[in-house]
C-alpha cells in the first residue's frame, strides 16, 4: 500500500482502490497478501509478485532490484521513478507527446529574464526530483518575478531543480487508465468537486470545450507506455481549437470517481501481465 504522506488528502481514496484490486484479483483465485510500503522497506516481503502503489524513495530501488532480480512487479518501479516531474518532462517531450512549454532549472538559478524572453508569464513550477508531498511542491506564479521568489521558497526547502511549465487555458480534464484494457475514464474535476489541492480553480468551470475522445485516449496510452506504466492516470487541458496537452501523468492514481469501474480491468491488466511473463 501506498504510505500516507504519499497520499496528500487522498488517503482513504488510494487504500480504497487497492483494496478494490485485491479483493478482485482473490475473485480470481490469487492469494493476496497486503503489506505497508513501510514493510516492504524493512524486508518483509517476500513474495515474486508485486502489486504495488510505492512512492517513497527507498520503495522505488527497491522495486528496481526486485524487477532485475527476475519479479513481476507492477507499476514498475522504473516507471513510478519515470513519473516524477522532471523525468516525465524529458521523456514525454522527446517522445512527440503534446506537453506545455518547459524550462528546467536549478532552483538557485536567475530565471526572470528567461522566462521574460520567452513570454512566459503565466506558469507553474514545480518540484522536479519528486512526486508532490505538499501544495507548495505546485505552484502556480502569473509574472517572472513571482517564479524567481517560488523558486527560492524551493530552494531554501531543499528542492533543487524545478520545472516550469508555461500556463496553458482551456478546459482542465483529469482521465485515468488501464494498458491492455479498454478502461479509460475522463471527467472535468473542477466542476466534480474534485481537487488535491485546489489548484482546479485556476483554469475554473469548464466550457466544453469539443475534443477528440479516442485521440486524447490514445495519446494517453502513448504517455503510459513511453514511461512504463500499466495504472495511470493525469491530467489534461483541452484548448479553445480542440488542442490536447498532457500537464501531468500519476503511476496509479486514486480512481476515486469511477474506483468500482476501475477495479475489474486493474485485476485483469495485473493478471494478463502475469500470464504473458509466464508464457
Known amino acids: 500500500m501506498r504510505a500516507g504522506a504519499y497520499s496528500p488528502n487522498h488517503i482513504g481514496n488510494d487504500a480504497a482502490i487497492f483494496n478494490a484490486v485485491a479483493e478482485q484479483l482473490r475473485k480470481r483465485g490469487c492469494e493476496v497478501n497486503v503489506y505497508s510500503e513501510d514493510q516492504f522497506i524493512a524486508g518483509e516481503v517476500h513474495e515474486h509478485i508485486v502489486l504495488n502503489m510505492c512512492r517513497e524513495q527507498r520503495s522505488i530501488k527497491l522495486l528496481q532490484e526486485r524487477e532485475n532480480a527476475g519479479d513481476l512487479v507492477v507499476n514498475s518501479g522504473f516507471g513510478i521513478e519515470n513519473c516524477t516531474r522532471e523525468r516525465m518532462t524529458r521523456i514525454l517531450l522527446g517522445s512527440g507527446i503534446p506537453y506545455p512549454e518547459s524550462l528546467i532549472v536549478n532552483t538557485n538559478e536567475v530565471v526572470r529574464d528567461v522566462l521574460e524572453k520567452a513570454g512566459m508569464t503565466s506558469c507553474w513550477i514545480k518540484r522536479g526530483d519528486f512526486h508532490a508531498m505538499h501544495k507548495e511542491d505546485v505552484s502556480y506564479v502569473r509574472h517572472a518575478e513571482e517564479a524567481q521568489e517560488v523558486l527560492q521558497e524551493y530552494f531554501l526547502r531543499g528542492i533543487k531543480r524545478a520545472v516550469i511549465n508555461r500556463h496553458l487555458e482551456g478546459d482542465l480534464v483529469k482521465f485515468y487508465g488501464v494498458a491492455g484494457t479498454p478502461f479509460f475514464f475522463w471527467f472535468y474535476p473542477f466542476d466534480l468537486g474534485h481537487s488535491k489541492y485546489g489548484h482546479e480553480a485556476i483554469n475554473g468551470h469548464s466550457r466544453g470545450l469539443a475534443f477528440d475522445k479516442k485521440a486524447l485516449q490514445a495519446m494517453c ?49 495485473v493478471m494478463q501481465y502475469i500470464k504473458s511473463k509466464n508464457a
Not at 491530467?235 to 481549437?241: A, E
Not at 503511476?251 to 475489474?264: H, I, T
Open 221 to 269: 496510452q502513448q504517455a503510459a507506455d513511453v514511461l512504463d506504466v500499466k495504472i495511470y492516470g493525469g491530467d489534461c487541458i483541452v484548448g479553445t481549437d480542440g488542442s490536447v496537452h498532457i500537464i501531468d501523468f500519476n503511476d496509479w492514481p486514486s480512481f476515486a470517481p469511477c474506483r468500482n469501474e476501475a477495479a475489474p480491468y486493474i485485476a485483469k491488466c
